[in-house]
């Protein structure tokens, strides 16, 4: 799969489907997810209604840059930090992360996008919109959030499965784990 350097030094793994010249459908995942969790069959579907589809791994996730010198965030404290008020020092923002997506779209030379985005890749995709709403032709945040500080946090043993490690190592701890 190609990959594109954006101006910020980040690497971005991506792949498109369907006729560059259809409307842009942006599709960013969630935490940790790769671009494959958009399934290979749902954007041939989608490239097939005139979407010219665009997949991507966030940094951090898959085959785009990594952040090993940051080490592995512990997102429980971090997130019970925040809501107590303390500032979180994160390697790099919800932000940073919405400014790659419309690097994306920038190095593809595309103005303006329906963008979609799942769980993280939702607030991902609404931080888009904030920050560039005329590159947005439309916007689907789906099992996503605000991220409003004044939100309820989730349940802390949801978060505990979510965020914790296999069991078992390897391939089939995580297939088990998910």
Same mark, same amino acid.
């Given at each position: 799969?190609? @990959?594109l350097?954006?101006? +910020?030094g980040i690497?971005?793994?991506?792949? +498109?489907?369907?006729n560059?010249?259809?409307? $842009?459908l942006?599709?960013?995942s969630?935490?940790? &997810? @790769?671009? +494959?969790?958009w399934? /290979?069959?749902?954007?041939?579907?989608?490239? &097939? @209604?005139?979407? *010219?589809?665009i997949r991507?791994?966030n940094?951090?996730?898959?085959?785009?840059?990594?952040?090993? *010198?940051?080490?592995?965030p512990?997102?429980l404290? %971090?997130?019970?930090?925040t809501h #107590?008020?303390?500032?979180? &020092?994160?390697?790099?923002?919800? @932000?940073?992360m &919405?400014?790659? $997506?419309?690097g994306? !779209?920038?190095? !593809?030379?595309?103005?303006r996008a *329906?963008?979609?985005?799942?769980?993280?890749?939702?607030?991902?995709? %609404?931080r888009? $919109?904030? *920050?560039?709403?005329?590159?947005?032709?439309? !916007?689907?945040?789906i099992?996503?959030s605000s991220? =409003?500080?004044?939100?309820?946090?989730?349940? =802390?043993?949801?978060? %505990?499965?979510? #965020?914790?490690?296999?069991?078992?190592?390897?391939? /089939?701890?995580?297939?088990?784990h +998910?």
């Amino acid at each position: 799969m190609p @990959q594109l350097s954006l101006p +910020t030094g980040i690497t971005i793994e991506y792949e +498109t489907f369907g006729n560059a010249a259809d409307p $842009a459908l942006l599709l960013i995942s969630g935490f940790s &997810a @790769q671009l +494959t969790s958009w399934h /290979e069959n749902l954007c041939k579907l989608f490239a &097939a @209604q005139n979407f *010219h589809v665009i997949r991507f791994d966030n940094r951090a996730a898959g085959l785009s840059t990594r952040f090993a *010198h940051a080490g592995v965030p512990n997102l429980l404290w %971090q997130g019970f930090r925040t809501h #107590l008020g303390f500032p979180a &020092a994160p390697a790099y923002s919800l @932000q940073d992360m &919405a400014l790659d $997506a419309l690097g994306v !779209l920038d190095a !593809l030379h595309l103005t303006r996008a *329906h963008v979609v985005g799942m769980s993280m890749g939702g607030m991902i995709a %609404q931080r888009v $919109a904030l *920050h560039a709403p005329h590159r947005v032709a439309s !916007l689907c945040s789906i099992m996503s959030s605000s991220g =409003a500080p004044d939100l309820p946090m989730p349940d =802390a043993k949801v978060m %505990q499965l979510l #965020l914790g490690k296999p069991a078992r190592p390897g391939l /089939e701890g995580a297939i088990d784990h +998910t």
